[in-house]
């Protein structure tokens, strides 16, 4: 008899040819996940994790993202329903304590939206609950997205 292995997270993955389809997969990935909060954005720099949380706020109802600072490693929106939404970019984050420093687990126990880009040093403080999006960006541009727990 062989042997079965189960798995405790789901994956799914998705194709996203160009820039201009980044709203539709937004809001496939909002719609297939709704009860998701936290999200983890993994890949490359210019894999195009920015440009999917850009869509994904804007799905979400957030009229100007234009206004914030690249710079911050938080920057907080509005959603069209008036609630706040975080964008993390912990891609400057030297060392894990800093993320104290930011009051990083209120965000995230805040029950607002989280997309959180450069997770890697956060690792230890995602609960199981975060969602997980990995970005990988083929040489022809296609951007091959896979999410699970
Ligand atoms: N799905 C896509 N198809 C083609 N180009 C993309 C796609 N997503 C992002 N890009 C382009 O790649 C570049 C880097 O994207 P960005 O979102 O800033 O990457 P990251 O945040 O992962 O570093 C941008 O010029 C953007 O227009
Ligand atoms: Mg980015």
Redesign the pocket.
Known sequence: MGTWHFFAFVLATIT????S??EEVARFILQSHAEARVFA?T????????????ALCTVLGVADQTSSPSFAIVNEYRTGGGDPLYHF?LYRLKVAEELEGIGFDEYLDSGSYCFI?WPELAADRLQPGTLHVS?V?AQN???TITMGH
Not at 16 to 19: F, Q, S, T
Not at 43 to 54: E, F, H, N, P, Q
Request: glycine share 16%.
């Open positions: 996203l040819r160009k820039p389809e980044a954005f890949g490359d720099l210019g894999a195009g994790k920015t440009t999917l949380i850009k970019d880009e970005i960006a541009g296609v951007r």
